[in-house]
Every structure is written in structure tokens, then in C-alpha cells.
């Protein structure tokens, strides 16, 4: 699926070579007249409100000599996080071998071994 629909590109091309020939035929040179935007919704303000905290030139705000004071999220998040990548290690170590590959080189085997052209190895 295309990023842009082409009914959406034609018709802001259609746009834009409508406002050019208004332009022109009006003999205006004032482009900041001829802007039409293509939303019919106004851009919404991105401010929150006066949320930024001046710098203090302390390393994580903490200043020297005073000990830092741990958060309730970070104990649980570093034990979680930690235990996670290890079980998920875990898991890859004794993940079953799926590869086309290694199917491949079974069969083969299997069928020179019923062929009689390989040995069994099980056999000796």
C-alpha cells in the first residue's frame, strides 16, 4: 500500500495550480495571501504548560556529598530488565535447530543410509 494515496496527491497538486493561476490573474505578488492550507483544522498548541526545569549543574540534580535517593520504579525495572535478558538468553542457548540447512543434510543421510550407500552410524 503506497504511503500517499494518488487521489490525495492529485487533488493537492490541483490545489496548489489553482492558487498559482489566482495569483497570477489577480497580479498579486503577495504569496503570504495566497496560502491555503490543505486541513480545514487548526494546528493545536504543543505547549503543556511551564514544565522545564533550569539546569543546576549537578550530575542527576544530586548534589556532591549528598547520597542518592532511589526512585520506587528503579529496583523492580533493573530486576526485571536484568532477569528477562537472561531467561530470554536461556531460551536462545536451547532453542531448536529449524534450519533448512540442517534438515537437509538429515535427509540426505537418511536416504543414503536406506539406499545402503552410507553406513549406519548407530550399526557399529
Not at 532477569?83 to 536461556?90: F, K, Q, T
Request: aromatic share 10%.
Amino acid at each position: 500500500m503506497p504511503a500517499v494515496r494518488p487521489s490525495t496527491v492529485v487533488r493537492a497538486t490541483r490545489a496548489l495550480q489553482q492558487q498559482s493561476q489566482s495569483a497570477s490573474s489577480a497580479g498579486t505578488t503577495n504569496t503570504a495571501a495566497a496560502v491555503r492550507n490543505f486541513s480545514a483544522t487548526p494546528r493545536p498548541a504543543a505547549s503543556h504548560g511551564p514544565q522545564y526545569d533550569p539546569p543546576t549543574g549537578w550530575l542527576f540534580g544530586v548534589k556532591p556529598g549528598e547520597k542518592y535517593q532511589k526512585e520506587g520504579w528503579e529496583t523492580p525495572f533493573f530486576y526485571g530488565f536484568c532477569g528477562s535478558l537472561l531467561i530470554a538468553a536461556v531460551a536462545y542457548g536451547f532453542k531448536p535447530d529449524t534450519s533448512i540447512q540442517t534438515w537437509a543434510l538429515e535427509e540426505a543421510r537418511r536416504r543414503l543410509e536406506a539406499e545402503g550407500i552410507l553406513e549406519d552410524p548407530e550399526k557399529k
